[in-house]
């Protein structure tokens, strides 16, 4: 199956909890999620999944936790880096990764903040079921 080439184009497709703040925000988010994330071969779910293959309830979930980081962090997201940039390293602070917020060279207030309220949110897992579907949990 061919990759969609571009940004997702956004619908309503489910009644909650409704549209991205910032699609670019969780599109990043959900890419992140499938690069750092390996499969039970030991391959990143990238190679095989794009974010299209995740199912309406975990990219549902995806939009209200991402939408939820912005509405309470908007301040400092505003003030440093982009949309895509914060969804990258929402998801990679919250699963401490190596990487994420406090390695962007942002003011230490800043990154000490959004950090832990990355954190907060508790590490998430990739996985997929025997229809090729991607979720998280």
Same mark, same amino acid.
């Given at each position: 199956m061919p990759r969609? =080439?571009? %940004? +997702?184009? *956004?619908? %309503? +497709? /489910?009644?909650? =909890? /409704?549209? =991205?703040? *910032? =699609?670019?925000? &969780?599109?990043?988010y959900l890419e992140a999620a499938l690069w750092s994330s390996i499969d039970d071969n030991g391959e990143p779910f990238d190679k095989n999944f794009d974010i299209d293959d995740f199912d309406q309830d975990s990219i549902d979930l995806a939009i209200k936790e991402s939408n939820d980081f912005i509405m309470a962090n908007r301040k400092d997201l505003e003030e440093v880096g982009s949309e895509e940039q914060h969804g990258h390293d929402f998801w990679l602070t919250r699963n401490r990764h190596g990487a994420g917020f406090w390695d962007r060279g942002y003011p230490d207030q800043i990154h000490s903040r959004l950090t832990e309220a990355a954190h907060a949110y508790?590490?998430?897992? &990739? *996985?997929?079921? %025997?229809?090729?579907? &991607?979720?998280?949990?």
């Open positions: 969609k =080439p571009g %940004p +997702r184009e *956004w619908s %309503p +497709r /489910g009644q909650i =909890p /409704g549209m =991205p703040i *910032w =699609p670019k925000f &969780v599109d990043a508790g590490e998430q897992h &990739v *996985w997929t079921g %025997p229809n090729g579907t &991607v979720y998280l949990e």
